[in-house]
């Protein structure tokens, strides 16, 4: 029985993994739940798991949480905070945490499991991005797992299985197109939260769903493909494929090309990241290739989608230039969502924010330094919606 963790329990990776464990109680059980602000769903899931302890990032939402428990015996240890969620994180005997707190925000609580010898189940893409030059030293240095869940990460990992590390030429990265893959360039001036939310294959939490539209998330998962597997920026590739079915794809030396296919469903790429290295029986809908039909592929447009480009030469960048972009394309999509800029203001003011901070990267941040990157990132932006405002001026995108 594998003992494990989760933070950002009440979001769709959250509640996907807790589904897992509902389904297959003989071989996980619950020590530690931590959400943001969702106080409801945080009480039914202690109820439902019995968690040892649990925290809300809110601290406000501590005593409406320590009320909707008050007759379970026993209580569970009850937190609030980033204090109480990284306390979460490395607590008791879990083997696993598994990340699915969303943003930035997840790098301590990963940190935290890390020096605790915990194994990452890593959901959390930004974690990564941001923190790699602080994460991988760390997962190195305690000898812990780094496992992929995102769904083309634990696709080319499941490829990678008995590939010697020198046989890998090239990763293949899919992406569905998102939302406006079908829609004309022109009329991206003027699309709405709700358009931006309708992803096409996946159902996923707000902001992800919205970099999936801007195809910054596929931006961001070259960035994590650098760093999780070690191939050069001029290796890893991105290619259009609408079906979501291919997860994404490992071309060897010998120009062989492994794949892992299935239907667009997280819970696969979870259920793998909790029993690598062992296969577990799912009665889930087996993959019929037939009834899938067409599989299609087509090149990324670089100039209706800026953000992949951005992401590329800021992975190639490197040092602080990844944490200064993840947080500009957290908080500009914040923006977006809260109806404050446009769509198409998000790749602008990315640009614009980290075209500052080149003179200011930090070739090997420190986690202070990332830290105070992501802060003053996130500053430059509401800077740089003043300056589109103002001087509507349309930054020339590369
Ligand atoms: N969803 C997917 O299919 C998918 C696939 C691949 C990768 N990912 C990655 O997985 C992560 C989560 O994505 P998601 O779609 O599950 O997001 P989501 O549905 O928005 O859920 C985010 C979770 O994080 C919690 N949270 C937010 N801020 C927090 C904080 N400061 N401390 C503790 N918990 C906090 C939220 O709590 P409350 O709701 O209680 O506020 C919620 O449980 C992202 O990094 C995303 O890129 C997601
Ligand atoms: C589900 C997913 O892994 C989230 O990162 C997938 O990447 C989303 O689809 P898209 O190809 O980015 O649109
Ligand atoms: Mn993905």
Same mark, same amino acid.
């Given at each position: 029985m594998k003992a494990i963790t989760l933070v950002g329990s009440t979001g769709s990776i959250g509640t996907q993994t807790l589904d897992i464990v509902t389904q297959y109680p003989d071989q996980f059980r619950i020590v530690g739940l931590a959400a943001g602000s969702n106080v409801e769903m945080l009480a039914a899931q202690i109820r439902q798991f019995r968690p040892e302890i649990a925290a809300i990032c809110s601290e406000d939402k501590l005593p409406a949480l320590k009320e909707a428990i008050i007759d379970l015996d026993p209580q569970p240890i009850l937190l609030a905070g980033e204090a109480g969620v990284i306390e979460v994180a490395r607590y008791g005997d879990a083997q696993t945490v598994v990340t699915g707190i969303v /943003?930035? %925000? =997840?790098l301590l609580p990963t940190i935290a499991a890390i020096e605790a010898g915990k194994d990452i189940a890593l959901a959390n893409k930004e974690t990564l991005i941001a923190g790699a030059p602080v994460v991988l030293p760390l997962v190195e240095k305690h000898g812990v797992k780094l496992l992929p869940a995102d769904s083309e990460h634990s696709a080319i990992f499941q490829c990678l299985? /008995? !590939?010697?590390? %020198? =046989?890998?030429r090239k990763i293949l990265l899919t992406a569905? =197109? =998102?939302?406006?893959? #079908?829609? #004309? !360039?022109?009329?991206? %001036? #003027? !699309?709405t939260v709700a358009d931006a939310l309708k992803h096409p294959n996946w159902s996923m939490g707000r902001k992800i769903t919205v970099d999936s539209a801007t195809l910054m998330n596929k931006g961001l998962e070259v960035i994590e493909a650098h760093f999780l597997f070690g191939l050069d920026y001029d290796d890893i590739e991105i290619v259009i494929h609408p079906q979501s079915i291919i997860h994404s794809l490992i071309e060897l030396q010998d120009t062989s090309v492994l794949a892992q296919l299935g239907w667009p469903d997280m819970r696969l790429p979870l259920l793998y990241a909790l029993s690598w290295p062992d296969r577990i029986y799912t009665n889930w809908e087996r993959l019929d290739l037939v009834k899938a039909g067409n599989l299609t592929f087509r090149e990324p447009d670089h100039q209706k989608y800026p953000c992949m480009k951005l992401a590329y030469a800021v992975g190639k960048a490197g040092g602080s230039m990844p944490a200064v972009l993840n947080a500009a394309n957290e908080q500009a999509v914040a923006l977006f969502l809260e109806e404050k800029i446009r769509f198409l203001d998000i790749p602008r003011c990315i640009e614009w924010v980290c075209d500052r901070h080149q003179n200011d990267?930090? %070739?090997?941040?420190s986690l202070d330094d990332i830290l105070t990157a992501d802060k003053w990132a996130r500053q430059e932006v509401l800077i740089a919606t003043e300056k589109l405002e103002t001087q509507s001026r349309i930054i020339s995108l590369r």
């Open positions: /943003g930035c %925000a =997840g299985q /008995g !590939v010697p590390k %020198a =046989g890998l569905s =197109g =998102g939302a406006f893959r #079908d829609w #004309d !360039v022109e009329k991206l %001036a #003027d !699309v990267n930090r %070739a090997n941040p």
